[in-house]
């Protein structure tokens, strides 16, 4: 080999040995060096979105979800893989520190119409004992009789704003407003104020531990009057002609109007669905069985709840209590409805 031909063969092995160096340097340092060689990377969020993004296709037929196993054992997560809520699912020592560190806000929406105002002082003293203690609270009351709101001592944290709002001689149409005021206050001022939102019934009072457990991208309750039901049973909207309508054959829980809950943004997208929903009713003079709470359900059906909050946040007085339902941190007090609702 000549001597040009060795100088130009040293020198090509010489540019490969340091371009070898590179690559191998680029993997194991390549903050050091002014390139990054390029490596796979998976994107997890994609590949395992949260519960909250999942969107049933119409006409799926699958198995009915259940709360209680063949074996008599409640179940602590719904078939896409959300959790439910009950007592020892949860360890407040580890996630209450976890949560404080996030410093969060939890607006909270209760409606106090007509005579309902009534119910006002036990559902707020019981919930300055039990609600989110030790967080960040924002408590909204809608009510049309302003004057009748108790003057309750709020824990650290927590404070109230009145939203006077019209009256109603319908009973109905009380519960009918609920979806288009919840979305009209998180446009004007949850979006900039909150981190979670909650809407809860005034009829109830607190009775254990409603904590951070609850939090969620999208979090619904399971009705109490229904956990066992099969869901040709179940008292979803049957009439095609509504927006609420859910065919016999499908279905997974019934969910209680009662409570609704989640991240801003994702209860924003459920109350104005429903709203329009409702709209859309109103202008065909169609009422649906239960109202708000109808449309919610059909609003679950096909956009799964991230998380499921068990029978034990939103259990009735008049029932008795069953083996599962180990404690009850919420309750529909018993009432006369002929004294507090304005007709029938």
């Not at 806000?105 to 989110?132: C, H, P, R």
């Not at 991230?306 to 941190?329: D, N």
């Amino acid at each position: 080999m000549k001597p040009l031909q060795k100088v130009n063969y040293y020198l090509l092995v010489l540019a490969g040995l340091s371009f070898a160096g590179l690559i191998y340097l680029g993997y194991t340092s390549s903050s050091s060096i002014g390139f990054k060689v390029p490596r796979p990377c998976f994107n997890i969020a994609k590949k395992y979105p949260e519960s909250a993004g999942l969107r049933l296709p119409e006409g799926l037929s699958y198995n009915q979800s259940s709360v209680v196993g063949p074996d008599g054992k409640v179940a602590h997560v719904t078939p896409w893989l959300a959790p439910i809520v009950w007592e020892g699912t949860f360890d407040p020592t580890l996630i209450d520190p976890v949560y404080k560190q996030q410093n969060i806000t939890i607006a909270t929406t209760v409606f106090a119409l007509g005579k309902y105002t009534v119910f006002l002082k036990d559902f707020m003293e019981s919930a300055e004992q039990n609600y989110f203690v030790g967080f960040h609270v924002h408590y909204y009351i809608f009510t049309d009789h302003p004057e009748e709101v108790p003057d309750v001592k709020l824990g650290q944290g927590h404070q109230l704003t009145v939203m006077t709002v019209g009256s109603s001689n319908r009973w109905q149409e009380m519960t009918l407003r609920r979806m288009e005021r919840l979305e009209k206050l998180i446009e004007s001022r949850l979006v900039n104020e909150a981190d979670y939102v909650f809407s809860l019934d005034v009829d109830s009072k607190f009775y254990a531990r409603w904590g951070v457990e609850t939090l969620g991208r999208l979090v619904g309750a399971i009705h109490p009057g229904y956990f066992k039901t099969q869901r040709e049973h179940l008292p979803y909207e049957r009439r095609p002609e509504s927006q609420a309508f859910i065919p016999y054959s499908d279905g997974d829980y019934y969910y209680g109007g009662a409570v609704l809950g989640g991240a801003v943004k994702d209860v924003y997208e459920v109350a104005k669905t429903c709203r329009e929903q409702l709209d859309i009713d109103a202008a065909k003079s169609i009422e649906a069985a239960w109202q708000e709470e109808s449309h919610l359900n059909k609003y679950f059906l096909y956009n799964k709840p991230s998380k499921l909050l068990s029978p034990e946040y939103l259990w009735q007085a008049h029932l008795p209590q069953p083996k599962e339902v180990k404690i009850i941190r919420s309750c529909h007090v018993i009432k006369n409805y002929a004294a507090v609702r304005p007709n029938p």
